[in-house]
């Protein structure tokens, strides 16, 4: 006979013990959907695991691919916490390297510091701005955030390609007669590239220990600041948040801002560290925001998990894309991580709920339905 | 006469709203038992696919292979939304994130571009493809003609979904159950009906409508496969549900709205109308925001039909 109770107190050890299991079961199980398509999945495991930590080199280029997952990571994670769902770290993102791009192409002239610090605002504001349309319609229209923000990612997918594609915009290069018969952005200055650290074993992009910095801060935030005690109460409990006085309107409002800035900064990182152009088609393949949302579940929300998600699954997405061809078809990373997802979610049940096997005779009183 | 305009935007607002009145059906259903199922465009993108992979691989007369082929790709999508029903019922995960794994799992960049890929099917024209049928031989009636006569088969079919589901919700007592079961479960519980059994039939149900509207795109709009093909129309069908407040014949209405918004801009570029492409196609998305801001103020605050236990788990022992 199979009990489910739930547990007072959850064990430590279980908070990690849980992720990992799920990766290595999420492994068992995409195992069975390659030897399907007729693939050796150990060997192609050991080629991932290749591709993203130990080859030479592989380190730096699962760095480049986790820095904008940390970044969306850390947006999704922020709202999501307090269960306000924020889907739209995508269009976030987009937002965030039109922003940056706009400020890197106004200031070419200026010194380094200037230039990139204001790459990194104009990130972060438009993102913000961009996540606030549905921020404000939550609060205080009571319209569902998950499908407006979702809805503004395509809008936010098209705004990019019009700037791009479709407009003389302040974006495009129309310097050439080339540049203007196949359309591109406006390619920033020297001085608009973000600075990387050399750390022997491998290189970490500027945007990257950004995203650290801002995962600190988050945890920050929620331990000790006054927002983030509302947040937690918001996120636990409405109704508590409600007879404690919070205005929840203004925190749902400021947690949209927030997290879609996180998601903006994704977006100049993209910009200042990797394109150094706005680059629509490029931005879009990479569904950053969504996968973000796969870092921050598995993460359970914790900002200081976030960074560690990141790499992981940055490692993979970077595997995915230096191994793509004829063997090792697109759409697998997005079945390993939809499956690794799965068994996590699963895995809750066993944070949230203690499963005994006892024997069927004697149930005690405070067992099954009353 | 058949034309003007507007007989051409009436008739291909139906033909592009199909898809999304099949896919929201099965949304409704899912949400009347109580799951929130976010997967819809995950399951309608390996409903294209496999419904491609079987006409471009079943030979036969041409309904014979669209018929199977649309089962295949609605028993496809069923299988997927397996896992969703057996996470957020059986192990009481958050239906918000599952969803939203479903559809990272199975959409575009996952699990339908990996089958898609592995077979080798872009490019490849569809072998078989649903086509306009001729009702009666009505289709050169004056406005009616294009419009009602002049459709596809699946059209004609999500029409009688519609009045199926429509009977099923209101006419019998499995249907009653169901709304007992989504409204308050405790209440269907004693009444004795077997809630995590309606939940998981009526979460496999909506799995298996998403496959067919996703076989729509691949079989009767482009007939043929691209990854990502059906490019949001999953997100849309489950923002069409609470458009239509939870009622079948509502999400018509929607559906076709929404179609209607999405060949716009075909129809007016194909008449000289010049505007940037992306204003139109933009469209559907902006107004699905409108909507849902319309909806969820003013005359509706209520959230009328919402049903109550609308994405919380069902745990006896809490009771």
């Known amino acids: 006979m199979i009990r489910i109770q739930r547990r007072q107190t959850t064990p430590r050890w279980l908070l990690f013990a849980v992720p990992v299991l799920s990766l290595v079961a999420a492994f068992i199980a995409s195992a069975a959907i390659l030897l399907i398509a007729d693939k050796d999945p150990l060997a192609t495991y050991q080629r991932i695991f290749d591709r993203a930590f130990f080859a030479p080199g592989a380190l730096t280029g699962t760095l480049v691919t986790a820095t904008p997952l940390l970044l969306t990571g850390l947006a999704a994670a922020a709202a999501f916490r307090m269960r306000l769902w924020n889907i739209g770290g995508e269009g ?74 479709d407009s003389q915009s302040y974006w495009r290069d129309l310097s050439t007669f080339t540049a203007r018969q196949f359309p591109q952005g406006k390619v920033l200055a020297d001085a608009a590239s973000w600075p990387s650290f050399d750390l022997q074993f491998a290189i970490v992009p500027f945007g990257f220990v950004l995203g650290i910095l801002a995962a600190i801060a988050l945890w920050l935030v929620y331990r000790s600041t006054v927002f983030g005690f509302q947040v937690r109460v918001l996120g636990d409990s409405r109704a508590a948040a409600r007879y404690a006085g919070i205005k929840s309107r203004r925190v749902i409002v400021a947690m949209m801002a927030l997290s879609g800035a996180l998601a903006g900064l994704g977006g100049a990182s993209e910009v200042g560290d990797f394109r150094h152009v706005l680059d629509p088609r490029g931005l879009q393949q990479a569904g950053l925001g969504y996968a973000g949302i796969v870092v921050a579940a598995l993460a359970r929300y914790n900002p200081l998990a976030v960074p560690v998600v990141a790499i992981l699954i940055g490692g993979l997405a970077n595997a995915g894309y230096s191994l793509q061809g004829p063997d090792f078809p697109a759409g697998l990373v997005g ?36 | 006469m058949n034309n003007s ?24 259903l899912a949400e009347r038992s109580g799951v929130l199922n976010l997967g819809v465009e995950g399951m309608m993108l390996i409903g294209a696919v496999t ?19 649309t089962l295949i790709g609605g028993l496809a999508a069923l299988s997927v ?52 049928l001729n009702v009666f031989g009505l289709q050169d009636l004056p406005v009616a003609g294009p419009i009602l006569f002049h459709q596809n088969a699946l059209v004609y079919a999500s029409w009688a979904l519609v009045i199926v589901v429509l009977a099923y919700l209101y006419r019998t007592r499995t249907g009653l159950h ?13 009444m004795g009906v077997n809630v995590a059994r309606y939940r998981y039939a009526h979460t ?14 691949s079989l009767a709009i482009t007939p043929n496969w691209i990854d990502g093909m059906t490019s949001g129309a999953g997100w849309i069908a489950i923002a069409l549900v609470i458009f239509a407040f939870w009622r079948p014949e509502l999400t018509l209405v ?10 716009l801009g075909f129809v007016l570029q194909a008449r000289q109308v010049h505007l940037p492409p992306e204003v139109f196609a933009s469209l559907p998305y902006v107004m699905t925001v409108v909507v849902l801001v319309v909806v969820s103020t003013g005359w509706a605050k209520q959230r009328l039909g919402a049903p109550a236990a609308l994405g919380t788990p069902y745990v006896r022992e809490e009771r």
């Open chain 1, 92 to 165: 976030q993102l987009y937002l965030g390297a039109v922003g940056a791009s706009g400020v890197g192409i106004a200031l070419q002239h200026q010194s380094a510091p200037i230039l990139i610090g204001g790459m990194v605002v104009g990130g972060l504001v438009a993102g913000a701005a961009w996540a606030v349309i549905p921020g404000l319609l939550r609060a205080y229209l009571n319209t569902n955030e998950i499908i407006t923000t979702l809805m503004l990612n395509y809008v936010a997918g098209l705004v990019l390609l019009y700037l791009i594609f």
């Open chain 1, 335 to 370: 079945v390993l991580q939809g499956t690794i997802l799965f068994f996590a979610l699963g895995g809750e049940l066993l944070v949230r709920y203690r499963i005994t096997f006892a024997s069927r005779s004697p149930a005690p009183a405070a067992a099954a339905g009353t």
């Open chain 2, 5 to 28: 305009i507007v007989v051409v935007l009436a008739a291909s607002a139906i033909f592009y709203g199909t898809p999304l009145v099949f896919a929201s059906v099965g949304e409704l």
């Open chain 2, 51 to 69: 419904a491609f992979w079987s006409v471009q691989h079943l030979s036969g007369p041409d309904w014979v292979v669209l018929l199977l082929a």
């Open chain 2, 81 to 132: 939304s397996l896992i969703h029903a057996v996470l957020v019922v059986g192990l009481r995960a958050n239906q918000i994130v599952s969803g939203l794994a479903l559809t990272i799992f199975a959409g575009a960049t996952g699990l339908s571009s990996y089958v898609g890929n592995v077979a080798r099917l872009g490019g490849q024209p569809a072998k078989h493809e649903f086509i306009g």
């Open chain 2, 178 to 190: 169901l709304r007992a079961v989504g409204e308050s479960p405790e209440t269907a519980d004693v």
């Open chain 2, 204 to 217: 496999l149900a909506g799995g298996l409508l998403a496959g067919v509207g996703g076989a729509y795109f």
């Open chain 2, 254 to 263: 929607g559906a076709y709205l929404f179609g209607l918004f999405s060949s």
